[in-house]
């Protein structure tokens, strides 16, 4: 474009300034307007930027990141892109005086187009103006037809595109990279980064190869393309999560917790990362850590697009766990702070009746732990009217479960898993929960006990120790005495011993075996220790039944 071409186009957009100084914004509208600019909005905080883009749409919005109280720039981005209010031919451009690296991290996540540092010439501005409307010029083929929801439109206009001479030819092949992504064609995305990697080493294309390989379920392929990108370029965040996301499809969530930990040392502003990194930590018995990441997501949750009341259930359920039988002063102060994080959910989603439901029954959670058991049955009988196994969902079920278990009505809440298994028997991710919580009802203290004893029983079965590894199994059984896989390894090995010493028909050994199976009357079919708890159950069922011949 020339200057008279620039000049026409700044004249047809819109632009939003946001800053809550107004002589800032004064300035940023008479260098505008002298580079041809007339239709020019003014905002003084997040809010009402949000607001103005809800009701009207603009092509460029110069937005600061520190507005004073209330929401920071990124957080606008954040919510806009969220509520789908940025479309893909708008520019967002942050402005910033801080130059601290967690805070520039935290806000190139969410790609903003550009990134300018105050104080800001006129010089700067336009040469940065200019050179971001050139691309947006020569690029808006494409991000109108994404605008329009049209892929195949967009990716047409992209492949055009390459054939040219056009400047932005790596932008080009990004994008359309993506979109092939998005469309299901891996391969093809594939062959887009492998041309760009033949050239040089670019590290979006090392990233593509990568999101590529993921998309084909090429594992190992993926993490070599990830660590490969994280060695050179230690500071593109995107590919530890993709390394996290990989690991954890191999199952390696030790690592992958790893991974996590680190991007966050990185650019720790990422709420939704730290929300990541509680779960996975929880998931993998590492409390302290879950508990740490819950507590940096509620701190950045304020004024943020993703505030919810999960942040801080996750946080009152995780220091429940911690407090769990622990009285001392220590025990007391985590679950003192496990209650006031659920306090905050009532004061701050009042409209929000699931969520007082669920902030209740963790609650109860939290007394039992501290052994006050009249304030935890309070918490439970201020919402049965409530506790309909039926209309609750699949979270408040679970929560409701492990309620029951702290009220020691462990048949009842078997009765409830029971119920939520039949209704979600094919949502893997809820028949893991429903599995896991009826394995070990218990605090994260005492399955960490009983999973370290089951491996010593393991390594003992599979050195031959046989009586070691019966010991191991019983110990580990007096911890979590319905625990599936540990009642049905014991069988076995109770079994492989008798059969050792030529008593496969002792009736001790058989009784003591029916003991095991007894304790998982309450395991339902859909159970993943089902068909092997049916098989030993109808072994043991056919050797009583010829000892007694």
């Not at 919005?61 to 209010?85: M, P, Y």
């Not at 940025?86 to 801080?98: C, D, G, N, P, Q």
């Not at 990233?207 to 998309?215: F, H, N, Y």
């Not at 998931?283 to 304020?302: C, G, H, I, P, Y």
Request: aromatic share 6%.
């Amino acid at each position: 474009m020339d200057e008279n071409e620039r000049y026409h186009l700044y004249r047809k957009l819109r632009f939003l300034i946001t800053d809550d100084f107004e002589n800032f914004r004064k300035s940023m509208r008479q260098m505008l307007s002298s580079f041809g600019a007339e239709k020019i909005d003014m905002a003084a905080n997040g809010n009402e930027t949000i607001a103005k883009c809800t009701k009207d749409h603009y092509d460029v919005l110069i937005c600061d990141f520190n507005l004073g109280s209330g929401k920071t720039g990124q957080q606008v981005l954040e919510a806009l892109r969220h509520h789908k209010l940025l479309r893909h031919t708008s520019l967002f451009v942050l402005v910033t005086a801080e130059t601290s690296r967690e805070i520039v991290m935290g806000a190139r996540e969410y790609h903003p187009d550009t990134y300018i540092i105050k104080p800001i010439t006129q010089a700067v501005l336009q040469k940065r103006m200019d050179a971001l409307m050139a691309q947006r010029h020569a690029l808006y083929p494409i991000n109108h037809a994404l605008d329009q929801e049209d892929l195949p439109e967009a990716i047409s206009q992209a492949e055009q595109l390459l054939q040219t001479k056009t400047r932005y030819r790596n932008w080009v092949m990004q994008i359309l990279g993506d979109l092939y992504l998005q469309r299901g064609t891996p391969d093809l995305a594939r062959g887009i980064y492998e041309q760009v990697l033949e050239g040089r080493e670019l590290a979006w294309a090392r990233m593509g190869m990568g999101r590529a390989a993921l998309a084909r379920n090429a594992l190992d392929e993926a993490i070599s393309h990830f660590e490969t990108l994280i060695e050179s370029n230690p500071d593109y965040i995107e590919a530890y999560d993709a390394l996290a996301d990989a690991l954890q499809r191999k199952g390696n969530s030790r690592r992958a917790q790893e991974v996590v930990e680190k991007a966050l040392e990185i650019s720790p502003l990422a709420i939704l990362r730290q929300k990541q990194l509680a779960s996975i930590a929880a998931s993998n018995q590492d409390m302290e850590t879950a508990a740490d990441a819950w507590r940096s997501t509620v701190k950045l949750s304020d004024n943020s697009i993703h505030d919810s009341p999960e942040n801080y259930l996750g946080l009152g359920r995780t220091l429940s766990e911690l407090s769990d039988g622990n009285t001392s002063s220590e025990g007391k102060q985590l679950a003192d702070e496990a209650l006031k994080a659920l306090h905050n959910v009532g004061r701050r989603f009042k409209d929000d009746e699931s969520a007082k439901t669920r902030k209740q029954l963790v609650a109860a959670r939290v007394y039992a732990g501290q052994g006050r058991m009249n304030e935890s049955r309070k918490a439970l009988d201020s919402i049965s009217d409530q506790l309909d196994p039926e209309t609750l969902s699949p979270e408040e079920t679970l929560d409701y479960a492990r309620a029951l278990y702290t009220q020691q009505e462990d048949g009842a809440a078997q009765r409830v898993l029971n119920q939520l298994a039949e209704r979600c028997q094919d949502d893997p991710k809820i028949m893991k929960a429903i599995e896991e919580l009826m394995d070990e009802p218990v605090s994260f203290h005492k399955k960490n006990q009983a999973r370290a004893l089951n491996k010593e029983g393991i390594k003992a079965f599979e050195s031959g120790e046989l009586g070691q590894a019966a010991d191991s199994f019983s110990q580990a059984l007096e911890l979590v005495p319905q625990h599936p896989a540990l009642n049905l390894n014991l069988v076995q090995v109770l079994l492989k011993n008798a059969e050792k010493e030529g008593k496969g028909s002792d009736p001790s050994m058989l009784r003591r075996c029916e003991r095991c199976l007894d304790q998982l009357s309450h395991l339902p079919p859909q159970h993943k220790q089902y068909k092997r708890y049916q098989f030993l159950k109808k072994k043991i069922a056919d050797l009583t039944s010829g000892s007694n011949t």
